[in-house]
């Protein structure tokens, strides 16, 4: 399995509009969003083109196409305008034979991760940074945010697949990875 990661949407428009074309450009076969999809929170920049009924119109086409995960922005009331689930604190995923816990990063995070063993990975959005790192055998991996980029990084989406994950600019030009034995 190849899957297009994404966080942090923040209801942006641009950040919306890219999925579908970064997901047939690298061919993947689902897309995994990290949470955070409508709203912006009361720590963070309202987004230039923030407009979530248009992120909710891209999206809800190709909701058997999406599997998400609550982020701390999100709440109960987009369950009922989004036609994909998103109300999980957490979900798992295999890319291949590799287990990957899926989580927003709020309650599991890189610094309190859930029992993993070596090899697996950890997949996160909440900071707005991306990651792409090991930890004690754990893979840590995080594709930034596709609409509010924090600590100077430029926005961001990632790929992951059984061997590998990486971070790309929006531009389509690699900006970090990790190789996973």
């Known amino acids: ?50 407009a979530p009924k248009d992120v909710i119109a891209i999206l809800n086409p190709i909701a058997d196409h999406i599997i998400a995960v609550r982020g701390n922005c999100d709440a109960e009331v987009d369950q009922m305008v989004l036609s994909f689930a998103i109300t999980a604190d957490y979900s798992i995923v295999y890319a291949g034979k590799r287990k990957v816990f899926m989580s927003h990063g709020h309650i599991y995070g890189p610094e309190h991760l859930p029992v993993l063993q070596p090899g697996e990975a950890f997949l996160s959005g909440h900071t707005h940074i991306p990651a792409a790192e090991e930890k004690n055998g754990i893979y840590i991996l995080n594709p930034g945010s596709i609409a509010l980029p924090k600590g100077g990084h430029p926005r961001t989406y990632g790929v992951l697949e059984e061997h590998l994950f990486t971070v790309y600019a929006m531009d389509r030009t690699p900006y970090t990875s990790i190789p996973m034995e």
């Open 1 to 50: 399995m190849k899957f297009l990661t994404v966080s942090d949407i923040h209801g942006s428009l641009s950040g919306a509009s890219h999925i579908m074309e970064l997901y047939a450009f690298h061919q993947c076969d689902a897309i995994l969003c990290c949470g955070d999809i409508l709203y912006h929170g009361p720590r963070n920049n309202l987004p230039e083109d923030y």
